[in-house]
T-cell receptor, first 109, second 112 residues
């Protein structure tokens, strides 16, 4: 089944810096979602972007979607220690979310 | 509004036993999905229910089953447990499957 592939697998940044991660996929989508998971807990929904949208913002988060390149990016600006987590993109089809392996982000104080 | 709750939070079982996990969705949410998360396989979709009907099932053996009740609460059952079933089992609810999903804290199952 289709799922997104996140890149990079891991990212380490200094507090205050920006973090960018990418998600690539292979088939057409209706929408794409980004989730965050802190250390083995439940996932938290961050942003849903529809196929007819190119960019979406939520607080310090910015998500872009390029359907021609079949890719999406998540930008976290002015990172904080609390942003340390794993970030997943999720594709939707046939009543299910398909998750990639995720990007692990570590924000150093 | 209360979030998604899952019980129990932690569980230790031995091989061959069976287990039932419970999920209470956010009030008003009729879609409930289950996922298995392991270090090796990542997040894998198990099944999705809407109004007591299973609409999709992931690629798991028949030992994994689920159901949804009329109040949208859901249970999943794993019979004849294997060591490889050790995982974090996550439940998520949503208004409809295509919208954002709200996850519970998960049930950590350890099979010894």
């Amino acid at each position: 089944s289709q799922q997104g592939e996140e890149d990079p697998q891991a990212l380490s940044i200094q507090e205050g810096e920006n973090a960018t991660m990418n998600c690539s996929y292979k088939t057409s989508i209706n929408n794409l979602q980004w989730y965050r998971q802190n250390s083995g807990r439940g996932l938290v929904h961050l942003i849903l972007i529809r196929s007819n949208e190119r960019e979406k913002h939520s607080g310090r988060l910015r998500v872009t979607l390029d359907t021609s390149k079949k890719s999406s990016s998540l930008l976290i600006t002015a990172s904080r220690a609390a942003d340390t987590a794993s970030y997943f993109c999720a594709l939707i089809n046939d009543y299910k979310l398909s998750f990639g392996a995720g990007t692990t982000v570590t924000v150093r104080a | 509004k209360a979030g998604v709750t899952q019980t129990p939070r932690y569980l230790i079982k031995t091989r061959g036993q069976q287990v039932t996990l419970s999920c209470s969705p956010i009030s008003g949410h009729r879609s409930v999905s289950w996922y298995q998360q392991t270090p090796g396989q990542g997040l894998q979709f198990l099944f999705e229910y809407f109004s007591e009907t299973q609409r999709n099932k992931g690629n798991f053996p028949g030992r994994f089953s689920g159901r949804q009740f009329s109040n949208s609460r859901s249970e999943m059952n794993v019979s004849t447990l294997e060591l490889g079933d050790s995982a974090l089992y996550l439940c998520a609810s949503s208004l409809e499957w295509s919208t954002e999903q709200y996850f519970g804290p998960g049930t950590r199952l350890t099979v010894t």
